[in-house]
């Protein structure tokens, strides 16, 4: 059985917006791995760093599937590390 390890960061969307913040980042590593089948990184709890609130400039909820290039208020491509 030669399953990938799955980890946070491979979860996140690649060129997610920089103010896309997660109680995740703070409290543990993005590089953890994943154990259950959750499409998004994280424990579900995201806020935008231009508003400190879990809805963007833009007056839309905050989500990795949505702080994308696409969104109105994309705050342009998160540097890769």
Not at 1 to 8: A, F, L, Q, R, S
Request: aromatic share 6%; with cysteine; hydrophobic share 30%.
């Amino acid at each position: 059985m030669n399953e990938k390890i799955i980890t946070h960061a491979d979860l996140l969307p690649r060129g997610s917006c920089p103010s896309l913040l997660m109680k995740h980042v703070l409290t543990h590593s993005m590089g953890d791995q994943v154990f259950d089948g959750r499409s998004a990184p994280g424990d579900g709890y995201y806020w935008c760093a231009r508003t400190c609130r879990c809805v963007g400039p833009d007056d839309e909820v905050v989500h990795p599937k949505d702080c994308v290039a696409t969104r109105r208020c994309y705050d342009g491509p998160r540097a890769e590390a």
